[in-house]
């Protein structure tokens, strides 16, 4: 991989194998090195259950755009159905900028007879073309997805029809609104009715990234920011395990692991060359088969065995999901107090030689160069022990818990129960929650559908603080059209709105155009009124691990900003040592956090003192 990054050319088969052979053998030997395989944990169909449900029906801090939510849910349907790698379906970083994703022309809706069950279904072919190590053959392999009602939480349809919906990708004078695919019937002499997509739909990507509170017409979702969302997912559930998207490619190969798929086949669903591939990489460690019952000449409990192997055997929605900041005590780290003296002594140097960094980087912009890059290093070591010490805590946790659960017991206390609070959830939110629990026979698939593709309009919570305060009243999003959304600029007066009632004067609500201002009116005469400033984090647009829809998060106000910037960057603003300004194109670096604060205000129009 580092071969190809660097020269765009694959390692012959040969050399390659002659590589792993050498580390196989002599480098193992030599060095006495250990050949151990990692846990790989897979994603079963009650762990895919788990993380959609908590997805729709429990998640209300994450601050991305509606159609996010859509996407991820449908995403990760695609992985776990049709085993495919996501750098096949969205964008990896190896092929950032090609475009090499799917399209709408990669999707084909049809209207089939629905067999022995009578009336229609709608079916999904997608067809996936770039596969790992076959990008330039074009061998395109196709899947075929269908609805689901009995389980709708586990339907790939409705979520790809809200995004089609919300595109208004279908082709012109055909569907408009969900009712219109109920009243389409297949004629007796054919088998399908293929619904067709716009010209100038079928190069557009079905996956889009999300640019400041919009989504692209363009650019691809890329592949991290799904990591991360599902990675993120799996803490909110209580997974012990760091979760990647893999797990769900990893259960979809060990699910066509059985004897009625051929090996041919399973390579064909996996894209693998080799079989072998599967048994290194994919093959859970957990064996499958009762050797127990098969012993004993008893009959299987294959049931326990696949039980015991599950990720959500050891679930526990009680687990932290945050770091303790408290505990962490990141000044006194043997490493950092090494990198604080190291960028300190430059500083030093720094100083001595032009007076201030400032003018460092005019006179030594070589060294101020290097001095920015040690504070970057620094920068990011810390997020580094403190993610380290988040993993510690939640082992650890997760180490324990069952042991106390059993103290606990033993000691006469009654096993622990948890309910978990209802989530203030918005209106569109509560239809789509309500249609995949089960509740109210009344709601419809099309009404959750209309919800759906609301939601893809949806855009993103300005609030400052992304958890509910469960004391406050309900916040009422608003609900656009799914089907045809408003067209008119809210920057005019709508005609057809109330009239806006303006207050009457009164004790304390003194009319602008009085002839005798008070005494703020007095104050302030004269003085010209402050720009509003950026609402975004600048620590947080300068940390490129976060996801890009956490970093271009937009504040409702400088005081929710503040407040943020107080709770979670306080280590920069309060350091007594040098800080660099976050901000990209600024090359300052203050003495200490409170020049920092002096520095926010007077070149970014950020005030930071209360």
Sequence with gaps: ?????????????????????FIESTLTEDFDLIMERKEKPTCCVTDLFNLLYYHWCRDVQSTCHGRYKIQVAFLMQLIAYTSSRPGSIIEA???????????????GLSLLRN???????????????????????????????????????????????????ADNAFMEGGIKKPEDLFALEIPDFKETLSINWKEDMLETPVFRRQEGTDISRTTPMAYRDLNHYVGRLGVLSGYPQRLTTYVLRRGAANAVDSPEVSEVQRNQIMGHSRADTFRKHYLHQTVKIDTQSAYLGTVSRSDLIRNIGLMSAKRDPRAPVKVDRSKIDLEAHPEIVKMTADAQ????????????????????????????????????????????????????WFSNVDHEEIKLQLGGAEASKFTAEEPNLCSLRTVIADYYKGVGNNIAWADALRALTGLCRQKPRIHGNSEPNPNSPPIHHSEPNPINPPTHDSSEPNPNSPPIHHSEPGPGNSPTHSSEPNARNHRTRGRKKRASGPKQCPFCLSDSELQQTDREHSFHSEGTLRKHIYSRHDIHISSKQPVMCPF??????????????SHFYSEHNIRLYV
């Design 1 to 21: 991989m580092v071969y190809y990054k660097y020269t765009q050319v694959q390692l012959p088969r040969k050399i390659n194998d002659a590589i792993n052979k």
């Design 93 to 107: 970083n190896a092929y950032k900028g090609l475009s090499q994703v799917l399209k709408y022309k990669d999707m």
């Design 115 to 165: 067999g022995e069950h009578g009336g229609v279904i709608l079916v999904l072919e997608v067809t996936t073309t770039f596969l790992k190590g076959k990008r330039n053959k074009r061998e395109p392999v196709t899947y075929v997805l269908y609805e689901r009602r009995d389980n709708p939480i586990f339907c790939p349809i409705m979520n790809f029809l809200a995004l089609a919906f």
């Design 345 to 396: 002594r430059l500083a030093k140097r720094l100083r001595a030689k032009s007076k201030t960094l400032r003018a460092a980087s005019v006179q030594d912009p070589a060294g101020h160069k290097a001095y920015l890059a040690l504070q970057r290093r620094l920068n990011a070591r810390k997020r580094t022990i403190e993610r380290a010490e988040f993993d510690r805590t939640r082992k650890d």
């Design 584 to 597: 990209g194109a600024c090359p300052h670096v203050l003495d200490e956090g409170e020049h920092l604060k």
